[in-house]
T-cell receptor, first 109, second 112 residues
Framework: KNEVEQSPQNLTAQEGEFITINCSYS?????LHWLQQHPGGGIVSLFM???GKKKHGRLIATINIQEKHSSLHITASHPRDSAVYIC???????????FGTGTRLTIIP | DAGVIQSPRHEVTEMGQEVTLRCKPI?????LFWYRQTMMRGLELLIY????????DSGMPEDRFSAKMPNASFSTLKIQPSEPRDSAVYFC??????????FGEGSWLTVV
């Protein structure tokens, strides 16, 4: 069973700050997802990656397969980025996702 | 495309009643997932289908839960009889060929 840990659990920052959320897992994976969930809302997949780095707008996701670690970065953070960010990993051989407990991000104007 | 469509969005039911949650995946997607989210346990996979065939139902809590996918555009998750501990948000999601996964807005279930 893959253990997925995220840090920090909660993060409050000022608008404009650079944000980093971390995810580590215990067993080798085929892919890792970063998901965003707004309060009371649905879940949106931000990135799916299996190696290297991906960028979309102000969001950047990186993964280090050898170290079993991924980071999600937000540049020039904005109050609308306030949400829960969830890391989820997919093991080899099946489509099951194992989820981290999420990081609650609050950006203060 | 309208995205993954779930119904009902909210349901309040009495303990012992049957609950049916419905999902329409994105057209052309070959994978469909049912997840449950609670404060205590976070997000958990209940079951997933590939080309309408159940592949892994190891996350289904017990016999009270059942899921079907009679065709590529429709799936149901049924709880019978429902219990207060089933109160949660149930998400349906779909993907094409193991790529990006798309979630529905969720069905918020309260069993009293």
């Amino acid at each position: 069973k893959n253990e997925v840990e995220q840090s920090p659990q909660n993060l409050t920052a000022q608008e404009g700050e650079f944000i980093t959320i971390n995810c580590s897992y215990s067993v080798g994976i085929s892919a890792l997802h970063w998901l965003q969930q707004h309060p009371g809302g649905g879940i949106v997949s931000l990135f799916m990656l299996s190696s290297g780095k991906k960028k979309h707008g102000r969001l950047i996701a990186t993964i280090n397969i050898q170290e079993k670690h991924s980071s999600l970065h937000i540049t020039a953070s904005h109050p609308r980025d306030s949400a829960v960010y969830i890391c989820a990993v997919k093991n080899f051989g099946n489509e099951k996702l194992t989820f981290g407990t999420g990081t609650r991000l609050t950006i203060i104007p | 495309d309208a995205g993954v469509i779930q119904s009902p969005r909210h349901e309040v039911t009495e303990m012992g009643q049957e609950v049916t949650l419905r999902c329409k995946p994105i057209s052309g997607h070959d994978y469909l997932f049912w997840y449950r989210q609670t404060m205590m346990r976070g997000l958990e996979l209940l079951i997933y289908f590939n080309n309408n065939v159940p592949i892994d139902d190891s996350g289904m809590p017990e016999d009270r839960f059942s899921a079907k996918m009679p065709n590529a555009s429709f799936s149901t998750l049924k709880i019978q009889p429902s219990e207060p501990r089933d109160s949660a948000v149930y998400f349906c999601a779909s993907s094409f060929s193991r790529n990006t996964i798309y979630f529905g807005e969720g069905s918020w279930l309260t069993v009293v």
